[in-house]
């Protein structure tokens, strides 16, 4: 498995532009230890707090150690409810509302970044991606939720130009199968065509499609499977074309 970076650490290489977009949003859904400050309701149950901005915006605030909740407080005053929920990023990012007008992470720190809500789509596909290579890696060890490989819309797949039309660029394979190179996320393709493109010249046309959409596609094409995410930087994952036949039978989720 190859290792992450702490947010903390990934920001102050963004910004120095040591740092892909993609490496850095991996690193922010990877973190397992977001604070998220919460208020009990009625039920009993925990609620986000949000705050609201000199304009009156929403704005969610989340940090990343006990130290930056602190520095925070020091320099705003703020109503952080009863408690802190300790959450990770996939269901963080992938549950926020987009109503919110800024997700600031460690507001006052020195590793403090803010996102304004049209990007707050961005960071939803990010977590959705990442939810995607989990099922993936439990396809052939528990039930996996089919429906929602079928139901997710980012798939990338790169085709090349032949004669007058296009075809789907395969991945490389030691043992010589015809496989589709499928990819979840934009720093699994950049992997790809840092790779490829290393050995073979052609311009690369990336394009996006739903699972409904891709696992047709590999029924039809003379391949033998499909493999995820085949240059890394997350774990490779190759299934036969058995899998487009489940994914393709499977109810999409509610």
């Known amino acids: 498995m190859f290792s992450l970076l702490h947010p903390t650490k990934a920001i102050e290489r963004f910004r120095q532009g040591t740092l892909s977009e993609a ?31 000199g304009e009156g915006r929403r704005r969610l605030l989340i940090f990343t150690d006990e130290d930056a909740i602190e520095t925070c407080l ?50 939803k596909q990010w ?41 789907m660029v395969l991945a490389p394979d030691n043992q010589g199968r015809q496989l589709a190179a499928v990819f979840t996320a934009e720093d699994t393709l950049e992997a790809f065509l840092l790779d490829i493109l290393s050995v073979t010249e052609f311009e690369p046309l990336p394009i996006r499609l739903n699972g409904n959409k891709l696992f047709r596609q590999i029924l039809e094409m003379p391949v033998e499977g499909v493999v995820f995410n085949c240059c890394g930087p997350v774990t490779a994952r190759a299934f036969g074309k058995k899998l487009a036949e489940y994914v393709l039978s499977a109810e999409e989720p509610l």
């Open 23 to 53: 490496a850095l949003f991996r690193s922010l859904m990877a973190f397992d230890g977001w604070f998220l400050p919460t208020q009990t309701d009625s039920d009993g149950a925990p609620s986000i707090v949000s705050f609201q901005s």
């Open 127 to 167: 977590a959705r991606s990442v939810m995607v290579e989990t099922a993936l890696s439990t396809v052939d060890v528990e039930e996996t939720p089919l429906g929602f490989l079928k139901d997710f819309d980012g798939y990338i797949v790169v085709l090349r130009k032949v004669g007058d039309g296009a075809q």
């Open 74 to 123: 020091d320099q705003e005053s703020l109503e952080f409810g009863d408690q802190c929920l300790l959450t990770n990023g996939t269901e963080l990012f992938w549950s926020v509302e987009n109503s919110f007008a800024t997700i600031e992470i460690n507001p006052h720190s020195p590793a403090e970044m803010v996102f304004v809500s049209e990007q707050i789509p961005k960071l």
